[in-house]
């Protein structure tokens, strides 16, 4: 019974938090966190097409994902500075990062959900490591290991490849 709550919830609260914000109903928990009705968003995984945290609901491991693009490394985000984009709680490093999250999600979030984009382009749903990463293309990407990573990134072919993959696998994703 409680799997089947659980998976009610994960398809009901995406929708009461789209009618929420359609309403102006979410209120700012703490310093970013947005909840609906005492429950927040991202305190438990809400979508399947962004690698999270089973527990927490936290995408990519708490790293910021503008952090990439600013230091150049991945940096730890922070309790403080998290929101709700796609089901997932993204943290931030500070407020200015969160800032230019929330102005253009699809700039920073990293390709393919934060799925090995190595692995996408063979069909295969494998969760990268926020740690090992590239930015080509002005896209982030993450991997599961440096190999992958290597590989992906000496074929120009491989991520048109993966672009190609991603709506099949992201539809299996979601069912």
């Not at 709680?89 to 984009?117: K, L, T």
């Not at 993959?165 to 539809?171: K, S």
Request: charged share 20%; no cysteine; glycine share 14%.
């Amino acid at each position: 019974m409680t799997d089947f709550r659980f998976r009610l919830a994960r398809r009901i609260v995406p929708t009461l938090a789209a009618l929420a914000l359609g309403l102006g109903g979410l209120a700012g928990a703490s310093a970013g966190t947005l909840q609906l009705d005492g429950i927040a968003l991202g305190e438990v995984g809400l979508t399947e097409r962004i690698v999270t945290d089973r527990i927490s609901g936290v995408a990519i491991g708490g790293y910021d994902p503008v952090a990439y693009f600013a230091a150049g490394r991945p940096v730890a985000g922070s309790a403080d500075f998290q929101l709700v984009w796609n089901g997932a709680a993204w943290r931030f490093a500070n407020e200015g990062n969160m800032a230019a999250f929330a102005a253009d999600p699809g700039v920073f979030a990293p390709a393919f959900g934060g799925y090995d984009a190595g692995a996408v382009g063979r069909g295969v749903a494998a969760a990268g490591d926020p740690r090992v990463f590239a930015i080509a293309g002005e896209r982030l990407y993450l991997f599961r290991d440096g190999a992958s990573r290597d590989d992906f990134l000496t074929s120009p072919r491989r991520a048109a490849t993966a672009e190609a993959a991603w709506p099949a696998l992201e539809a299996g994703l979601m069912r």
